[in-house]
């Protein structure tokens, strides 16, 4: 199973590399028949022209060379795949920063850097902004593919990290109730993370804690309540629970983070009609609905199985119009 997951990005890496051969092999055609060309019929347009499809040669040979070199030493597919991206906004950058230099005049080359940023800065803010927040996700690793994330407004999973914008599979929409993919994929501007909160879910750990709150009538035994909802929690999420303990054990040494229970907990909470208990508890990012919806049935199973606990529950009365008889 994990040789065909990795199958399909293989295959596109194979694909990339392909491109950039066809991309050096086109350009160093060009470069050798516009330095024929140069030499034949000396002008300054095919000088240029030949500098900039040796350029672009060059540059394309030296990071195909790069990348082959570096990827036999990465294994993780995330960080292939935000390795390859990294690569091509590195080709662009540098093919269009020599480029520069190729086309226009020694004496005037910085004031044309600097004619050219302000525009860019003013027409193309927006597409700049982004452009700055894609090389800043791949840098500082504020999300990669497969984490998930909650950025503008839009919860899901990275699934596609590009020079301008991030595409995430939604998950918890208006349509959908509890953290499940609603089947859109959202473009979020990779500019929002210069402005907007990011959370990510599963870049250092891959829990989260949730809870379940279950009404107890008054009169129920609410000792044997928490006794018995904490043997059921407990065993059911054991296994969550020590993945929890050696994650925290493991980001603390990066980060300072204070002593986390981890261990399921119940809290009570008194109201007018019933005693409210919070089941707090910990759940892998990506099953927490499932996790939820187990721990419920379990719960309710055994409540029906005890006579002394009874789930309370609030009775409304409809007026219909007719006279109302007093209790």
């Not at 065909?4 to 890496?13: I, K, N, S």
């Not at 140069?38 to 040979?61: C, G, H, K, N, Q």
């Not at 008054?218 to 929890?244: H, K, M, N, P």
Request: hydrophobic share 45%; no cysteine.
């Amino acid at each position: 199973m994990q040789a065909d997951r990795r199958q399909p990005e293989r295959q596109e890496e194979r694909r990339a590399t392909l491109r950039t051969v066809a991309v050096i092999v086109i350009s160093g055609t060009a470069t050798a028949l516009f330095l024929l060309a140069a030499l034949l019929y000396p002008d300054i347009f095919l000088e240029r022209v030949f500098y900039t499809s040796l350029t672009i040669s060059l540059v394309y040979f030296f990071f195909l060379v790069v990348e082959s070199l570096t990827l036999r030493r990465i294994k993780d597919e995330r960080e292939r795949y935000s390795f390859r991206r990294t690569v091509s906004i590195l080709k662009f950058v540098v093919v269009a920063v020599i480029l520069l230099r190729v086309w226009i005049d020694t004496n005037y080359i910085f004031v044309a850097y600097g004619i050219i940023g302000a525009g860019i800065a003013v027409a193309l803010q927006d597409l700049f902004k982004n452009f700055v927040g894609g090389i800043l996700i791949i840098v500082s690793r504020t999300y990669q593919i497969g984490d998930r994330i909650e950025i503008s407004e839009t919860m899901g999973d990275v699934i596609d990290i590009g020079i301008l914008a991030t595409k995430i599979l939604e998950i918890h929409a208006r349509d959908v109730k509890g953290d499940q993919a609603t089947g859109r994929i959202a473009v979020v501007p990779n500019g929002a993370v210069l402005s907007s909160r990011v959370f990510n879910y599963t870049m250092d750990h891959t829990f989260v804690w949730d809870e379940i709150s279950i009404p107890i009538t008054y009169g129920s035994d609410w000792r044997r309540a928490v006794s018995l909802f904490l043997d059921i929690v407990r065993r059911e999420t054991a296994a969550t629970s020590g993945r929890a303990e050696q994650e925290i054990e493991r980001i603390g040494m990066r980060y300072y983070l204070p002593r986390r229970e981890v261990e399921p907990s119940v809290y009570l909470t008194l109201t007018d009609n019933w005693i409210d208990f919070s089941i707090r508890y910990v759940t892998d990012v990506r099953r927490k609905r499932a996790t939820k919806d187990d721990l419920s049935r379990k719960l309710l199973e055994a409540v029906e199985a005890a006579d002394d606990i009874t789930i309370a529950t609030e009775n409304i009365i409809v007026y219909d119009g007719g006279p109302v008889e007093e209790a």
